[in-house]
């Protein structure tokens, strides 16, 4: 600190004179050198400020902003904004998985509800089948009871061909008769009083085939004599066929409106 009095420095802690000391006589505080004040002769012009500088700034590069801002326009490119750069950041953030290692991405709504995965196992496809399979049934059993007059009239004739037929037909009832028994109907309409009455109309034919094969057996056995009709086992074979065909009539009373309905045949109580 200098006295602007001329008679020396002046202490910058305690303010005394310290003339040309190099440290302060009253406080012991170090001095600073004094300035070297410059002779006439060391002016130098370059000392003094140059507000052309400021001027050659101005006329140069503000003219070459502003054109480099008018090609940025006319390029179309956007103009740099912080929401370019949140969006940039958002792109580059990773991807997370979930505990499986399945990549997950965020839910979509398609805006439609969930499509049907069809009918329930005892919906309209399982009444279907069902119903098929009993067509199948009584497609078998048209075909032995068709067959059935043509080995009792050969029997009649002493033909043992016409006996080895109806043994034949015998068997065929009794799986079917078993068949029957194991059908399930459940999906149909009233299903459990359509498969009793099959049931019972097939129980009735095995039960008068088995009689006809035993009527067969003993009018070949014995020579082909004697009456037919009065035969006890020939007679309880029509019984037993009458039987059978009231039950036949009730059950296809009942099959009318399931065979309408899945395009099946329409039986008739004497082809079955």
Same mark, same amino acid.
């Given at each position: 600190?200098?006295?602007?009095?001329?008679?020396?420095?002046?202490?910058?802690?305690?303010?005394?004179?310290? /003339?040309? $000391?190099?440290?302060?006589?009253?406080?012991?505080?170090?001095? =600073?050198?004094?300035?070297?004040?410059?002779?006439?002769? &060391?002016?130098?012009?370059?000392? @003094?400020?140059?507000?052309?500088?400021?001027?050659?700034?101005?006329?140069?590069?503000?003219?070459?902003?502003?054109? *480099?801002?008018?090609?940025?326009?006319?390029?179309?490119?956007?103009?740099?904004?912080?929401?370019?750069?949140?969006?940039? @950041?958002?792109?580059?953030?990773?991807?997370?998985? +979930? *505990?499986?290692?399945? #990549?997950?991405?965020?839910? #979509?709504?398609? /805006?439609?509800?969930?499509? &049907?995965?069809?009918?329930?196992?005892?919906?309209?496809?399982?009444? *279907?089948?069902? *119903?098929?399979?009993?067509? +199948?049934?009584?497609?078998?059993?048209?075909?032995?009871?068709?067959?059935?007059?043509?080995?009792?009239?050969?029997?009649?004739?002493?033909?043992?061909?016409?006996?080895?037929?109806?043994?034949?037909?015998? %068997?065929?009832?009794?799986?079917?008769?078993?068949?029957?028994?194991?059908?399930?109907?459940?999906?149909?309409?009233?299903?459990?009083?359509?498969?009793?009455?099959?049931?019972?109309? $097939?129980? =009735?034919?095995?039960?008068?085939?088995?009689?006809?094969? #035993?009527?067969?057996?003993?009018?070949?056995?014995?020579?082909?004599?004697?009456?037919? %009709?009065?035969?006890?086992?020939?007679? @309880?074979?029509?019984?037993?066929?009458?039987?059978?065909?009231?039950?036949?009539?009730?059950?296809?009373?009942?099959?009318?409106?399931?065979?309408? #309905?899945?395009? $099946?045949?329409?039986?008739?109580?004497? &082809?079955?």
């Amino acid at each position: 600190m200098v006295d602007e009095s001329g008679s020396g420095r002046l202490c910058g802690r305690c303010g005394a004179d310290a /003339g040309n $000391l190099d440290r302060c006589p009253r406080c012991g505080a170090a001095l =600073a050198e004094p300035p070297a004040q410059a002779g006439d002769g &060391d002016w130098d012009p370059w000392d @003094r400020p140059r507000p052309w500088t400021s001027l050659v700034f101005l006329g140069l590069i503000l003219p070459a902003l502003a054109l *480099a801002l008018v090609w940025w326009i006319a390029s179309g490119l956007p103009l740099p904004s912080g929401e370019g750069d949140t969006q940039a @950041r958002q792109d580059e953030a990773p991807v997370l998985a +979930d *505990a499986t290692g399945v #990549t997950s991405s965020p839910p #979509t709504d398609t /805006g439609s509800p969930p499509a &049907d995965t069809g009918s329930p196992a005892t919906g309209t496809g399982q009444a *279907a089948r069902q *119903a098929a399979g009993l067509d +199948d049934l009584l497609t078998n059993s048209h075909s032995t009871r068709a067959s059935l007059s043509g080995a009792i009239a050969r029997a009649s004739k002493c033909e043992r061909a016409g006996m080895n037929a109806i043994q034949k037909i015998t %068997v065929n009832r009794r799986d079917q008769l078993t068949m029957a028994q194991a059908l399930d109907l459940t999906a149909l309409p009233e299903g459990p009083a359509l498969k009793a009455s099959l049931v019972a109309a $097939l129980d =009735a034919s095995y039960s008068a085939d088995a009689a006809f094969l #035993t009527w067969a057996r003993r009018h070949l056995a014995k020579g082909c004599t004697g009456p037919i %009709v009065r035969d006890p086992d020939y007679r @309880r074979g029509l019984d037993k066929s009458g039987d059978a065909q009231t039950a036949k009539a009730r059950f296809v009373e009942a099959w009318r409106p399931i065979a309408e #309905t899945y395009g $099946l045949t329409h039986w008739k109580a004497d &082809d079955i």
